[in-house]
């Protein structure tokens, strides 16, 4: 049982990705996104309850949609009018203990998958 993202890539300023995780044996109650740019932190972006609720980062509030499909166990996030400050790997999370953009809430993380956005 693994996390795979995937929908990573290179984008110019203004555009848009759809990332996606397959969360098999782990499509648990709390799932979020996290990212991680060069040289900084990883940080919060999304969490979403198995209900639907949905927490964002106020950097991506308006511009990016967590989602899940828990029929398919599949966790997404969709980035619109994306900004150059946004690159960085993103990676997906299960298994949190609450509706929350820290890292130390949740258990099981995916590898990531690279987004790059340029000017």
């Known amino acids: 049982a693994q996390l795979v993202e995937s929908g990573g890539g290179s984008v110019q300023a203004g555009g848009s990705l759809r990332l996606s995780c397959a969360a098999s044996a782990y499509n648990t109650y709390y799932q979020g996104w996290f990212r991680q740019a060069p040289g900084k932190e990883r940080e919060g972006v999304a969490s979403i309850s198995r209900s639907g609720n949905t927490l964002y980062a106020d950097p991506v509030k308006g511009r990016f949609t967590i989602s899940r499909d828990n029929a398919e166990n599949t966790l997404y996030l969709q980035m619109d009018s994306l900004k150059p400050e946004d690159t960085g790997m993103y990676y997906c999370?299960?298994?949190?203990?609450?509706?929350?953009?820290?890292?130390?809430?949740?258990?099981?993380w995916g590898q990531g998958t690279q987004v790059a956005v340029s000017s």
């Open positions: 999370a299960t298994g949190g203990s609450a509706l929350s953009l820290e890292s130390s809430d949740f258990r099981h």
